[in-house]
């Protein structure tokens, strides 16, 4: 599996592939990321995420959360857009990194996270200059480290998310 599709959710709900509670820089609860199998869209708003940044042993991590607002639709070549690519590619690597996509042309946001945020980590996210992004703490058994994507590879194929390589069937 390269990819899988993910939500920002109230309430974890059954048959997914991994979630976990998520709270904002004051300890607040502020929904429940939640991972789905690749396969029939299982929520409206479920965007495509590259799978292989989904650890259930992985730690707590500090995420930055990227969705656009309901309605704004941005193109994948949007400059905007690719420029946060090609500087997500410059670094610093955080340990995980996933575009979102909603289908095979349209932006769907991005994740990314740390174990352990440097000073500033937050600011330093190439998405947010796409939308803003919330600033979040991932309890435990959801992500985990990835390598870094592999540059200056920056496109995508198909409805996958950016960094997932290849083409696929589905």
């Given at each position: ?86 500087a997500a590619l410059a ?13 095979a042309s349209h932006f ?25 992004a919330r600033r979040l ?34």
């Open positions: 599996m390269t990819w899988c599709w993910f939500a920002l959710v109230d309430q974890a709900p059954a048959g997914l592939l991994a979630s976990t509670a998520v709270h904002d820089l004051d300890g607040q609860r502020r929904g429940v990321l939640a991972a789905w199998p690749a396969g029939e869209r299982p929520r409206p708003d479920a965007a495509r995420l590259d799978a292989r940044v989904l650890d259930p042993q992985g730690p707590r991590m500090a995420v930055s959360l990227v969705l656009p607002p309901p309605g704004v639709q941005v193109l994948f070549d949007d400059p905007t857009v690719v420029g946060a690519v090609k670094g610093p690597a955080p340990d995980f990194v996933s575009t979102l996509s909603v289908d769907g946001g991005a994740v990314s996270g740390v174990a352990e945020p440097w000073p500033g980590w937050w600011s330093d996210d190439p998405f947010a200059r796409v939308f803003p703490w991932a309890d435990a058994g959801m992500f985990g480290q990835t390598a870094p994507p592999a540059g200056p590879v920056h496109q995508r194929y198909g409805p996958t998310p950016w960094p997932v390589e290849g083409f696929t069937s589905q």
